[in-house]
Each structure stands twice: as structure tokens, then as C-alpha cells.
């Protein structure tokens, strides 16, 4: 029963974020799904605990919850900001050449297209000076670096 | 057999991401082979592998409602914790946004108008490996010189088409 729920509860939070992409109204995609995954998630651990309480089922209904939120979001943030998803999604319409590719995907236009999405997302700005951080950006910024410590990433254009 | 043998399985749940992190942190991030993708996800899908077989294993031997349910918490503690690892690697590796942002930072670098060059050239060196691993992946195939997607392919396709329906994405990539 406790599965039962947790997949319906998943499926719920999936339409219910389905609508609310839908509205007219502006607004982040992902932090959409957290609020919409948040309250449904909220309400599934209530059944659970007035069901089972403190219990293992209580803890598996909700973990398997959170793990198929999380990997829904990882998904659609993958199809939002992956080059290589993009592709699949063309050449899911039909086959493509290499020329056709490198035209398509052309390195200056994505750069402008990345560009203008993280200055819509508000991570940077267009100045007087050029582009500049916001203090949104730093942020993101200071704890991409700290992760890159971490992984030991030394690739970079420096 | 044990009673309450779900709560050692709940503290296996914490224990087991607990350990393999560690043995990141202390052994494996320091060896030049756990720089590439991977070898890091292949980490990762043993340990589940183990985990599970060893939770899974443990739940049938004292087969009842609460083990089997402690089990599952073990195994999804596990893909949760390994989907989150596995999504800041990546993450932090270089991109366009990571190098945008460190432009943006150095100000007067960066114009929306003429991206400087060693930022177009990250999309170069992506571009140049990309496609290689989608063949190794069994992603796409060549059939003379066009590229198609596999029939593996088309189901990740597909997936991909039906997350961006739901979050309504117009524009990706």
C-alpha cells in the first residue's frame, strides 16, 4: 500500500506541475516542481505516518517518492541545459548529418543562447561594462568552485 | 529471526552512502582514473549493486513487512544519495554557464555581442567528444552519413520529449 502511494503520489505531483507550467504567469521551472513536490510530498508522509506510523514503511514510501522527484527533475533539467539532449530530441524527428550538426549547433549562437538563459534566470547582467555577475550568480558561482575543489575538476579556460 | 532487524537495515541505510563517500573523499578522488565519467558512475552502480543485493538479501531472510520495506529505504537511501553525487560531478565539470559565470566575474570580459573565443572554443571541445560518446554509448549510429538514434536511443529520446512535455519546455539544450 505504501508503494501504491508513493507512485500515485509521484504522478500526482507530476500532473499538478504539468498545470502549473502551464499558467501565464512567469516563473522558474524547477522551483515550480519544488513547491508542487514539497506540498504532495508533505501529504503522502501524513498518510504514511496515520497508516503506519513511525515506521519502515513510513521511510521507504517517502524515499522512494523523493528518489523518482529527484530524478524527474534531473531529467527535465537535463532536456532544459544538456547540448547532447537537445540532439537526441532532433534526431528523434529523423537522421541528421555531420554537416547538418555543426550547422545547427553552431558554438558562437550557443554561447549567445546560454548567455541570454542564465541573464533571464538572473545569475547575470547586462551592463554598461558588459556582463557582470549578479549577486545570485557569485553565489552560484562560489559553490560550483567549491565543488570543483572537492571533485578535483582542473579543466578550465585558465 | 531478529526482531527489529529493520533497524539495523536503517542504519545501513545512512551507513553504506556514508562509507563510499568517504572512500571518495580519502582514496578515490585523488586517482586520475575517477576524473572521467566513467569510472565515477561505475563506482556508484557497484556499490548500489551491493548494497541492494546485501539489503534485499537480509530482508527475505527474515521475510516480513518492515524488513522488506527497511530494505527499499536502503536501496533508494542509496540512489538518492548516489543521483545527487553523480548530478553535482557533473555539474561542476566545465561547461558554458561554469565558464560564463567566470567571465562574468572579470569584468569587461564578457559581451553579449562577441563572446570571446576561448568560450566558443569550450563548445568546440564538447562538440568534438560528444558525438563520439553517443556512438559508444550505442546512442546513435551511422548509416553512411547520416547520423540516426538506436532504438536505445529513441526510448531515451522519448523519455526526454515526455519530461520536457510535463515541465513544458519549449526551448532546450
Redesign the interface.
Known amino acids: 500500500m505504501w508503494l501504491i502511494a508513493s507512485i500515485i503520489s509521484f504522478s500526482l505531483a507530476l500532473f499538478l506541475h504539468a498545470a502549473v507550467c502551464r499558467l501565464p504567469r512567469p516563473g522558474n521551472t524547477v522551483v515550480r516542481f519544488f513547491i508542487v513536490g514539497s506540498v504532495i510530498g508533505c501529504a503522502l508522509i501524513l498518510v504514511l505516518a496515520l497508516s503506519y506510523g513511525f515506521s519502515p514503511q513510513l521511510a521507504a514510501g517517502s524515499l522512494v517518492y523523493a528518489f523518482l522527484c529527484e530524478l524527474y527533475i534531473f531529467l527535465f533539467t537535463l532536456a532544459i541545459s544538456s547540448v547532447s539532449a537537445n540532439l537526441l530530441l532532433n534526431l528523434s524527428y529523423g537522421g541528421m548529418t555531420q554537416q547538418q550538426i555543426e550547422h545547427k549547433y553552431n558554438s558562437s549562437l550557443m554561447v549567445t543562447q546560454r548567455i541570454d538563459r542564465m541573464i533571464a534566470t538572473g545569475l547575470i547582467q547586462e551592463t554598461t561594462q558588459g556582463i557582470t555577475l549578479t549577486a545570485r550568480g557569485s553565489r552560484l558561482f562560489g559553490f560550483l568552485e567549491g565543488l570543483r575543489q572537492f571533485f578535483r575538476h582542473t579543466a578550465s579556460l585558465d | 529471526m531478529i526482531g527489529k532487524s529493520?533497524i539495523l537495515?536503517?542504519i545501513a541505510?545512512a551507513l553504506f552512502p556514508a562509507l563510499h563517500l568517504i572512500v571518495y573523499?580519502a582514496i578515490l578522488?585523488?586517482l586520475p582514473i575517477f576524473?572521467r565519467e566513467k569510472p565515477i558512475f561505475l563506482s556508484h552502480f557497484s556499490s548500489a549493486c551491493l548494497c541492494s543485493a546485501a539489503a534485499l538479501g537480509f530482508a527475505f531472510y527474515d521475510l516480513t513487512?518492515?524488513?522488506i520495506?527497511?530494505a527499499?529505504?536502503v536501496v533508494?537511501?542509496h540512489?538518492?544519495y548516489s543521483?545527487?553525487f553523480l548530478?553535482?560531478?557533473s555539474?561542476?565539470?566545465?561547461s558554458?554557464?561554469?565558464?560564463?559565470?567566470?567571465?562574468?566575474?572579470q569584468?569587461?570580459?564578457?559581451?553579449?555581442s562577441a563572446?570571446p573565443a576561448?568560450?566558443?572554443?569550450?563548445?568546440?571541445a564538447?562538440?568534438a567528444g560528444?558525438?563520439d560518446?553517443?556512438l559508444s554509448l550505442n546512442?546513435?549510429n551511422y548509416?553512411g552519413?547520416?547520423?540516426?538514434?538506436t532504438p536505445k536511443?529513441?526510448i531515451?529520446?522519448?523519455?526526454?520529449?515526455l519530461?520536457?512535455?510535463?515541465?513544458?519546455?519549449r526551448?532546450?539544450?
Request: aromatic residues 8%; proline residues 1%; charged residues 15%.
Open positions: 529493520w537495515l536503517f541505510a573523499a578522488r585523488k576524473s513487512g518492515d524488513s520495506a527497511a527499499v529505504t533508494f537511501a540512489g538518492i543521483l545527487s548530478e553535482l560531478w555539474l561542476s565539470q566545465i558554458y554557464s561554469r565558464e560564463i559565470l567566470v567571465l562574468a566575474g569584468k569587461g570580459q564578457l559581451k553579449r563572446p576561448a568560450l566558443v572554443q569550450v563548445g568546440h564538447k562538440k560528444r558525438l560518446s553517443l546512442i546513435i548509416q552519413d547520416t547520423i540516426n538514434l536511443g529513441m531515451l529520446a522519448r523519455t526526454l520529449q519530461m520536457a512535455w510535463f515541465a513544458n519546455l526551448q532546450t539544450g
